[in-house]
C-alpha cells in the first residue's frame, strides 16, 4: 500500500543551495512530522505539524522550513544546505489524538557537498 | 533518551534464542511508548506499544514490559530469527502534543 511516500529517495547537493524533500501520506492523517536520523544518533524530530496550516518546531529545526497547505502533503525545505545537515530524512505521520502510532515513510538520504 | 554517541550498544543471540531489549526513558510523565524496528535502507517499522496505565502487552513473538518505577522499558522478542536483526528504537510520547521522542537505538544481530 501507498501509504507514506517521500522523494526524492537520494538527493546529492551542494553548500549553499535550497533544497526541498517532499512527502505524501494517503491515510489523511492529522499529523506528520519530519525527522533526522545521523549515523549512531537515533531520530530527532526537525518539524512537525498538527493539522494543514498549523505546524511547529520540534527539537532541530534550524536552517529548516516547513509548509503544511494540503493534509496529504508536509515539504521540508532546506534554504541553504550546509554539510552538517548531510543526514537520512524521515517523514512520518499518525491520525487524530487517540492513535499515537506514528508510520514512517522510506526517507530520503542527502548529501551536501 | 537522547543520542549518546556513535557506538549503539549490540545484543548479540543465536537463533532460536530469546531476546531482551532494554531501554530507559526520560519523562515520568510519558503516557505512552513504542518500538520500532529498522531494517538497514528503511524507515522505523512499528513493532508494539504500550500505554503507561499496562506495565506489559504481549504480541506475536513479542513481549513489552513496562517499568514505570525506574523508567524502564523493555522488548523480549521470543524465538529469535535470522530476519530479526535490525537496530530497534523505543520512544516515548511527553504529556504534550503527539510529539515522540526517540531512543538512540540497539543493534540486535542473530547468528545462525
Known sequence: ?113 | GESVGLHLPTLSVQEGDNSIINCAYSNSASDYFIWYKQESGKGPQFIIDIRSNMDKRQGQRVTVLLNKTVKHLSLQIAATQPGDSAVYFCAERHPYGNKLVFGAGTILRVKS
Open chain 1, 1 to 113: 500500500d501507498a501509504g507514506i511516500t517521500q522523494s526524492p529517495r537520494y538527493k546529492i547537493t551542494e553548500t549553499g543551495r535550497q533544497v526541498t524533500l517532499m512527502c505524501h501520506q494517503t491515510w489523511s492523517h492529522s499529523y506528520m512530522f519530519w525527522y533526522r536520523q545521523d549515523l549512531g544518533h537515533g531520530l530527532r524530530l526537525i518539524y512537525y505539524s498538527a493539522a494543514a496550516d498549523i505546524t511547529d518546531k520540534g527539537e532541530v529545526p534550524d536552517g529548516y522550513v516547513v509548509s503544511r497547505s494540503k493534509t496529504e502533503n508536509f515539504p521540508l525545505t532546506l534554504e541553504s544546505a550546509t554539510r552538517s545537515q548531510t543526514s537520512v530524512y524521515f517523514c512520518a505521520s499518525t491520525g487524530l489524538a487517540g492513535e499515537e502510532t506514528q508510520y514512517f515513510g522510506p526517507g530520503t538520504r542527502l548529501l551536501v557537498l
